[in-house]
């Protein structure tokens, strides 16, 4: 094994040492040119500019950026203008060469639509070395994107196809330019590209719109989850149940600054996973002191309950914005930033793909705790008759008090989630109340699975309208359905039946 | 109870009833000592306010102090607020003190309205600074107008206004959304062809995308590349938005202007990094993104995008260094909530040198009557912190400079370009109501231009 690795380090000095060798040979040839080529950057003469920027662009030497700044510092507008695409081209051709798969990835496509021909050969030899199918695929379309503005129709008409072969949604307006080309063969290939392309992104088109349906349903569900319990199986009509969300927010907040203050920074990025744990518990607990103090108190009284738990709510977000301020914000770990290419034109973020497994846990964690454990049978026994479980013994106040907590403690979870994709303020809660309750109600009081089933019906019912409707009207049209649907079916999508429909 | 008594008089009386009590009551040395220090303290106080002649004149700050609007509008206070001590620092205007009589109008349009109504004829205030969006300013307007009031608003709009009533310190459209969309059009800017005018669904987002388009249609900007779309209020969902901007982007040359308002910037712009945009794709060029907004968001998202504004914390002269460290130190001083970490921006400018402009005018004019001050205020000049801007000599709004600025990791913004000298306000577009005019001076406010 040491031998290996000996002979490795061998080989690898070897290269390091004969390319800094070639390098050096290579730059005392080039310096002179080099010199001239900068100093005519600032002439007067339009082609001698010219003639600078294309000897520059073809040395493409990415150690002259530093000097190129230099001169961009002081020149006037006109140099400024002439020698941006030399900085472009050299700092993309250096960002080529990067180890990060998304620089090399950004640098591709920079390349391809700064266009110039200068720049393939370097795409070209960094496609022979690049491991990433992406980046991979990003090269090659801009290889192709350079070639189909070529004076030769027979390399358009290659590139037109391969571009094409690629579903290339950045070529279309090139190739649709290209259709009234004088070429024969360049039009028929450019059609029969974008033909190919079009069907393509239709298909692409009909997956994204399923995957933002499902992304959007299981945020509802999150949401609504919680709700669900409180509601559904309790009764207790919970004004204050976003505030509850607006803890989990801030909980994930407070255990980011933790992290910033107390723990190293390599392991800043795994605060989140102690986030989720703390909202749960931030809010559960903040469920625990609302039950005792405020709800206990108002059981079967729905009216009371809402005017009281939602002069809650109101004190809660003004102690929130009295403590945390309006201006807070909670920075996605990096694993959750960015998002993952499934295919051609489907870009998954991984913010999303989180949430949406976060929900199928939750679901799974509260299937568990009601039908698979000792509690959630006493749960299910309370809801269904609460005073013949008080006299066989159970502890109805007891149960109450950890079911509304446990109700809250995922309304905690939400708001932790809710943060990957939007704000962390004050008024946070308000923006969902709203949308939980059309979910539980839709769904049918009381039963968890009316929720879950609601929960992706409006949700893919919504994304399905918008792109045709736009988010204004999408919005106004799902309230319609959701009332007409109410309308048909008062008691919502799961009713309950038999002798305690009414209880 | 006294609706106008501001916090220092009460702490005064506070103090001098206790100093009595203490006076009377114990017969300690200190009680004695500190007794004898208020009384005289209170002697000072009333020696000053004697030398300052007469009552100090009252002016209103008109703010949301609460509710969805207070995370823009509370540093509007505190900056009017500022200027105010700056001022009776110096020994006020006209040798008075300016006493400020801040009212809450809860970011309700209709409290807005209550309130002014409760500033101008209960507390009698000379001017009123305050309002932050369109649909506060519309709703005090008729009581403005109807009790010859006199407002100073701060914040960028939408035009088509042009009260006798209002100072509008902050921008029209063409000083700050027409120059962006040209500067997105210059070469220098990216030659960009194609717009995705993205808003919030209310009055300013409609009429700025309504000039844009109009003038993007004159620049010669086939109708097919100009996309227009609003959300609702609060809006949290962008993944469809996103969508269609990256199939609009295809092929380069596109970029998002950006209407946005308040609590739906975060999602938009987390949304827009997530699906895989960058700002060398699809820039966006935002007219509600401020220093203030970047100061409580995570910028990675943002950093890169663009912004126009006609001023940023990060103008390098020596007035603004001077004024943001001025705000800082007011911050820190008076207890407000994240203290020295406040940042300044357009719309707190404006509003602080709203409070200037109108002083020096009081001063031209040698009283507070609204009429007088009003003709004072015509071509004024002050030297604000982001440079000298220049009041109109009829139409009521301020010629200001054009900046647009890069968003950078720190929640600054880096110039990139900028106005040759001020830009001439025009409240009326020319692109969409080229037939209007407004002054003050030569017509009765709004008028027909003859062709």
């Known amino acids: ?442 769904g049918g009081v009381g039963k968890l699975a009316g929720t879950i089933v609601a929960a992706m019906g409006i949700g893919s019912l919504n994304k399905l309208l918008e792109p045709s409707f736009g988010a204004v009207y999408g919005k106004v049209l799902i309230l319609v359905f959701v009332i007409l649907f109410l309308q048909w079916r008062p008691a919502g999508l799961f009713a309950m039946k038999g002798r305690n429909a009414d209880a | 109870m006294k609706l106008t008594s501001t916090n220092d008089e009460k702490t005064d009386d506070n103090s001098s009833n206790q100093s009595r009590r203490e006076f009377l009551s114990s017969s300690k040395k200190i009680a004695y000592g500190v007794g004898a220090a208020a009384l005289l303290g209170n002697l000072g106080n009333w020696a000053l306010s004697y030398a300052a002649d007469k009552e100090p004149i009252k002016v209103g700050v008109l703010h949301s102090l609460s509710g969805t609007m207070a995370i823009s509008e509370v540093s509007l206070r505190d900056v009017v607020l500022m200027a105010v001590e700056e001022i009776n620092a110096k020994g006020g205007v006209l040798g008075r003190r300016i006493q400020p009589v801040v009212v809450d109008p809860a970011s309700n349009w209709d409290l807005f309205a209550e309130k002014s109504k409760q500033l101008l004829l209960q507390d009698k205030v000379s001017v009123v600074f305050g309002c932050w969006t369109s649909v506060s300013r519309k709703s005090v307007l008729p009581v403005f107008e109807k009790n010859n009031g006199l407002l100073f608003y701060p914040v960028q709009y939408e035009g088509e206004e042009c009260s006798h009533n209002v100072f509008y310190t902050g921008a029209a459209v063409n000083q700050q959304a027409v120059p962006a969309v040209e500067y997105l059009m210059s070469k220098e800017g990216g030659g960009y062809k194609k717009f995705y005018l993205l808003g919030t669904d209310y009055v300013y987002p409609k009429t700025t995308n309504k000039i844009l388009r109009a003038m993007l249609l004159a620049k010669k900007v086939p109708e097919a590349n100009i996309m227009e779309e609003y959300t609702p209020f609060h809006h949290q969902d962008y993944q469809t938005i996103v969508g269609k901007i990256k199939k609009f982007s295809a092929g380069g040359g596109a970029c998002v202007i950006s209407t946005i308002n308040g609590d739906s910037n975060v999602p938009f712009y987390k949304e827009f990094a997530n699906q895989g945009l960058r700002a060398e794709d699809a820039p966006i060029m935002a007219f509600s993104v401020a220093e203030d907004e970047l100061r409580g968001m995570d910028t990675n998202p943002l950093v890169g995008h663009l912004a126009a504004w006609n001023y940023y914390q990060s103008v390098d002269t020596a007035q603004n260094k001077k004024f943001v460290a001025d705000f800082k130190a007011y911050c820190k001083k008076n207890n407000l909530p994240d203290g020295e970490k406040r940042v300044t921006d357009d719309p707190i400018e404006a509003a602080y040198f709203g409070v200037h402009v109108w002083k020096q005018a009081v001063e031209k004019a040698g009283k507070t009557d609204v009429d007088a001050v009003r003709k004072a205020v015509y071509g004024q000049k002050f030297l604000a912190p982001g440079g000298e801007i220049k009041m109109d000599e009829g139409n009521q709004h301020t010629h200001k400079p054009v900046l647009i600025g890069e968003i950078l990791k720190d929640g600054q913004f880096k110039t990139v370009w900028r106005s040759q000298g001020l830009v001439k306000p025009e409240p009326w577009s020319e692109y969409t109501n080229p037939e209007k005019g407004c002054d003050w001076t030569s017509h009765q406010g709004t008028y027909q231009k003859k062709a």
């Not at chain 1, 002259?64 to 472009?88: G, Q």
């Not at chain 1, 905690?412 to 059309?438: H, K, R, W």
Request: charged fraction near 15%.
């Open chain 1, 1 to 442: 094994m040491k031998r290996v690795v000996c002979l490795v380090m061998i080989a690898w000095v070897a290269i390091c040492g004969r390319g800094e060798f070639s390098a050096a040979e290579e730059l005392s040839a080039m310096t002179l040119e080099v010199e001239g080529a900068l100093k005519d950057l600032s002439s007067e003469d339009a082609a001698v500019q010219e003639a600078a920027v294309n000897a520059l662009i073809a040395g493409g030497d990415p150690a002259l950026l530093p000097k190129l700044e230099e001169v961009r510092a002081t020149a006037d507008r006109s140099v400024r203008m002439a020698i941006k695409p030399v900085i472009d081209l050299l700092k993309n051709k250096a960002k080529l060469a990067s180890p990060d798969s998304n620089d090399r990835r950004s640098a591709a496509t920079d390349l391809g639509s700064l266009g110039r021909p200068a720049s393939l050969p370097w795409m070209q030899a960094a496609l022979q070395q690049e491991p990433d199918r992406w980046v991979r695929y990003t090269l090659e379309e801009s290889i192709q994107l350079i070639r189909l503005s070529s004076s030769d129709p027979e390399i358009q008409a290659t590139a037109a196809t391969k571009l094409g072969a690629l579903h290339s949604q950045n070529a279309v307006p090139h190739l649709k330019e290209l259709t009234a080309a004088s070429s024969e063969g360049v039009a028929r290939a450019s059609r029969e590209a974008i033909g190919r392309i079009e069907t393509w992104a239709s298909w692409a088109n009909g997956f994204e719109t399923i995957f933002r349906g499902i992304s959007l349903s299981s945020i509802l569900l999150m949401m609504s989850l919680g709700l669900a319990i409180v509601f559904g199986l309790m009764g207790v009509i919970n004004m204050a149940h976003g505030e509850l969300m607006m803890v989990g927010a801030y909980a994930t907040y407070v255990a980011q600054e933790l992290f910033k203050g107390y723990v190293s920074p390599e392991l800043f990025d795994y605060y989140f996973l102690f986030a989720l744990p703390l909202s749960f518990l931030a809010a559960g607990l903040c469920g625990l002191a609302l039950e005792a103090t405020v709800i206990r108190f108002l059981y079967g009284r729905p009216l009371e309950t809402m005017l009281a738990t939602w002069g809650v709510s109101l004190v809660m977000i003004q102690g929130a914005r009295v403590y945390f301020g309006d201006l807070t914000s909670v920075a996605a770990p990096n694993w959750l930033r960015g998002g993952f290419q499934a295919m051609v034109g489907v870009y998954l973020p991984y913010n999303r793909l989180f949430i949406i497994l976060l929900s199928v846990l939750c679901v799974v964690g509260i299937y568990l705790l009601l039908f698979r454990s000792g509690l959630g049978l006493r749960v299910r026994a309370v809801t269904q008759n609460r005073n013949m479980s008080a006299c066989l013994g159970i502890p109805t106040r007891r149960v109450d008090a950890y079911t509304f907590a446990f109700g809250s403690g995922l309304a905690g979870i939400a708001g932790c989630a809710l943060t990957l994709v939007g704000n962390v303020e004050p008024g946070l809660g308000q923006n969902y109340i709203v949308d939980s309750f059309m979910v539980v109600v839709a």
